[in-house]
């Protein structure tokens, strides 16, 4: 089946610094999502990409639809403590979701 | 975005007990799907809920497990049946949007989870 890597693993940072986590996919996608998970809540999305090269940003959030369609990365600028949470990358080939593994946030202020 | 609301929003049960969790949407949609999150994990899809016919169930979970009802467009429900430890997770309701079309390039969002731990 479809299966999304999604990297770094968990990641531990300063306050103000730049932020950089990606997924990829041997398979194509039609549209990625990018959501965060806050402790004892559901997933939020945070930024929609449905066309391959798009680069859509939400605040100091930027999320790139890789031109193969296989890949898509998000970039948190000028991290503050608030960004601490899990994210989770998605693609969609049909009607369903694939999610990545996710990636741990912890700002250290 | 659809608001979603999901009940309860976590219970502590007995194995071999059943719980049933309700999800309720405030728009029509087209496509409602339920998942499980184990403790530390990412999300996995059960089940997609299919207005006025049988869920369609993925690898790995079936419908005596996980019986699930879709009466209208916006409410389901997913019953977990007689639990085990195994079955602590967060279960998760999520609807396809904006507006709820089934297609590809739609969004999809959730609601806030049920966790459930099973003693």
């Known amino acids: 089946g479809q299966q999304l890597n999604q990297s770094p693993q968990s990641m531990f940072i300063q306050e103000g610094e730049d932020v950089s986590m990606n997924c990829t996919s041997s398979?194509?996608?039609?549209?990625w999502l990018w959501y965060k998970q806050d402790p004892g809540e559901g997933p939020v999305l945070l930024i929609a990409l449905y066309k391959a090269g798009e680069l859509t940003s939400n605040g100091r959030l930027t999320a790139q639809f890789g031109i193969t369609r296989k890949d898509s990365f998000l970039n948190i600028s000028a991290s503050i403590p608030s960004d601490v949470g899990i994210y989770f990358c998605?693609?969609?080939?049909?009607?369903?979701?694939?999610f990545g593994a996710g990636t741990i946030l912890r700002v250290k202020s | 975005s659809a608001v979603i609301s999901q009940k309860p929003s976590r219970d502590i049960c007995q194995r071999g007990t059943s719980l049933t969790i309700q999800c309720q949407v405030d728009s029509q949609v087209t496509m409602m799907f339920w998942y499980r999150q184990q403790p530390g994990q990412s999300l996995t899809l059960i089940a997609t809920a299919n207005q006025g016919s049988e869920a369609t169930y993925e690898s790995g979970f079936v419908i005596d497990k996980f019986p699930i009802s879709r009466p209208n467009l916006t409410f389901s429900t997913l019953t977990v049946s007689n639990m085990s430890p195994e079955d602590s997770s967060i279960y998760l309701c999520s609807v396809g949007g904006p507006l709820g079309r089934g297609q590809a390039t739609d969004t999809q969002y959730f609601g806030p989870g049920t966790r459930l731990t099973v003693l």
């Open positions: 398979s194509i996608f039609n549209t």
């Open positions: 998605a693609g969609r080939g049909g009607n369903k979701l694939v």
